[in-house]
């Protein structure tokens, strides 16, 4: 057997013992190192959540930190049992599940429970208990059966929650509202600060250790309406660039002290503070600093939806130093010519580019990190673009747009966040073309509570871009939508920035989708 080969068997052996490790599904023998929580301590200070909802099965979330400012949440550096509960009633008396593992401390105590032989299109109630503690009671859900035909499916679109720089109002909104689920498309948390824009603080400085990930995802998750939204709704999530570092690109950061290797040592960390406080699949536990969080879901006939990774993969942003990331404002530069750049890597645009052309789905939903439609500005020097966005991988938009002109079946929507405005555009098969058809809707949420630029630049990029329907930073929000086999409709939910505890949520704009008629329309 050759080495490469030898290597590779290795290789997955060690992810395969560590996925184990991390599931822990049974309590194995009475003599193993299995301690008790101290009677009186709350353990879920961190609340619960739950995700990745399939036909059959949803995966429950938890971490045991009964102070989570301490390393290790304040508990000893042993396993936890833990025992979880899911039925159909809040009271546990229908269809009750249960079960028991070990939460451990090489995972920050955390836990992912994958419940598997449900019923379809079900609801359900959940909790946990660890010694004489009972967590809050969440709610989540099961997806309609591959063959059926749900009525509808209605989600909330959210990304960008800076936690400095407004409160978390827009989630009391969300866990109040009536929903299948929320989709949230990136910068879940932020690893950099601004005095200037700050409302409240950040726990510490900018994390570069585990530990400092994990202070700064238990400082969001310690907010007691991200927490109700959790416990409201079963959330689909990927991520963008804050939940690592500011504008990466693959291995490469945009700080010069930190080359391949250093950086790469700091997105593992992340990348497992991530995994540790996230509601996804157990198939997506990183490796290193490797984490498959590209997904496939689906809600019966009505709808395929993919989550897209545009950061682990990406080609570097054009026209920057050798191995050095990071966005900026380009008038010219002859990288953006380079046909090889890509957002998603090659391999993903080739699963992506197989789904939609396996898809039977009534509506095909593409959520990624960014907005797709081109944004540049126009000016005397001609066209500014900001690189780390799609106006800065070209050839990449125009290798995802012919993969959706070419599969007429099905109505294609692409989600996205990052911009901090709330955009709504139509998407032509060539996007400097406004002669080539339709071909998909657009629709990107406004960030939380993320600053955005100014009202003036946005109206010089709406006069820039025909195609752009609906363009407005001054506000925060996120979006709330409902598929039916018919259309797909669009209200745009927003409030003032900062956002407070305060804060009056309204009616921003609505856009309504026609089933076999690309772009939205005004909904009055």
């Known amino acids: 057997m050759r080495r490469r080969e030898i290597l590779s068997r290795l290789g997955r052996h060690a992810a395969a013992l560590a996925l184990a490790s991390l599931a822990a599904p049974r309590l194995g023998r009475a003599d193993d190192p299995v301690e008790r929580l101290p009677g009186g301590s709350d353990p879920f200070t961190l609340g619960v959540a739950s995700g990745m909802p399939g036909p059959d099965s949803v995966l429950l979330w938890t971490r045991l930190a009964p102070r989570p400012r301490e390393p290790l949440g304040g508990l000893p550096d042993a396993p936890l049992r833990v025992e979880w509960e899911l039925a159909e009633d809040e009271r546990f008396t229908r269809g009750l599940r249960r079960g028991a593992l070990l939460a451990r401390p090489e995972h920050a105590h955390s836990v992912h429970v994958e419940v598997g032989g449900l019923p379809s299109d ?3 109630f959940y909790r946990f208990r660890a010694g004489a503690a ?33 409160e978390f109002t827009l989630h009391r909104e969300i866990a109040a509202s009536d929903l299948d689920l929320v989709l949230f498309v990136g910068d879940y948390l932020y690893e950099s600060s601004n005095p200037r824009f700050r409302i409240r603080p950040h726990e510490g400085p900018t994390p570069t250790t585990l530990e ?13 309406a991200l927490q109700a939204a959790h416990a409201a709704h079963p959330w689909v999530l990927t991520w963008d660039d804050h939940e690592v570092e500011n504008d990466y690109a693959a291995d490469a950061s945009r700080d010069p002290a930190l080359d391949a290797a250093a950086f790469l040592r700091l997105r593992a960390a992340a990348y497992k503070a991530y995994f540790e406080h996230m509601p996804v699949s157990l198939r ?30 990406r080609s570097l942003q054009p026209c920057n130093e050798p191995g050095r990331a990071g966005g900026r404002i380009l008038n010219f530069c002859g990288e953006l010519d380079n046909a090889a750049a890509t957002m998603f890597g090659a391999e993903q645009e080739a699963w992506l580019e197989a789904g939609l052309r396996d898809s039977r789905a009534a509506w095909r939903l593409l959520a990624q990190g960014s907005q797709i439609a081109p944004g540049g500005v126009l000016s005397p020097l001609g066209r500014s673009i900001f690189s780390d966005g799609w106006d800065g ?12 002109a070419a599969q007429p079946r099905g109505d294609v929507v692409c989600l996205g966040g990052d911009v901090h ?3 709504v555009a139509r998407l032509r098969a060539d996007v400097a073309d406004e002669r080539t058809p339709v071909v998909a809707s657009e629709f990107v949420a406004s960030s939380i509570t993320s600053r955005s630029i100014s009202e003036t630049a946005i109206e010089m990029m709406l006069r820039s871009n025909p195609d752009l329907l609906h363009a407005r930073g001054d506000e925060r929000g996120y979006m709330a939508f409902e598929l039916t086999p018919e259309r797909l409709r669009c209200e745009l939910r927003a409030t003032a920035h900062p956002v407070t505890t305060e804060a009056v949520v309204r009616r921003q704009a609505g856009y309504v989708v026609e089933r076999g008629r690309p772009g939205p329309q005004r909904d009055a």
Request: net charge positive; proline share 9%; with cysteine.
């Open 284 to 313: 997506m536990a990183p490796r290193g600093a490797a984490m498959p969080i590209h997904a496939h879901h689906r809600w019966g006939r009505l709808a395929d939806l993919w989550t897209l990774d545009n950061r682990q993969y």
């Open 134 to 166: 009972e967590s809050p009671l969440g709610r989540t859900r099961t997806a309609p059966a591959p063959d059926a035909e749900p009525a509808r499916l209605r989600f909330a679109l959210a990304s960008c929650q800076h936690y400095e720089q407004g």
């Open 122 to 124: 079900a609801r359900f």
């Open 421 to 423: 405005r709330h955009t």
């Open 212 to 224: 400092g990930y994990r202070q700064r995802h238990a400082t969001y998750k310690l907010d007691p």
């Open 393 to 404: 991988y070209p050839a990449a938009r125009a290798r995802l747009l012919r993969a959706i």
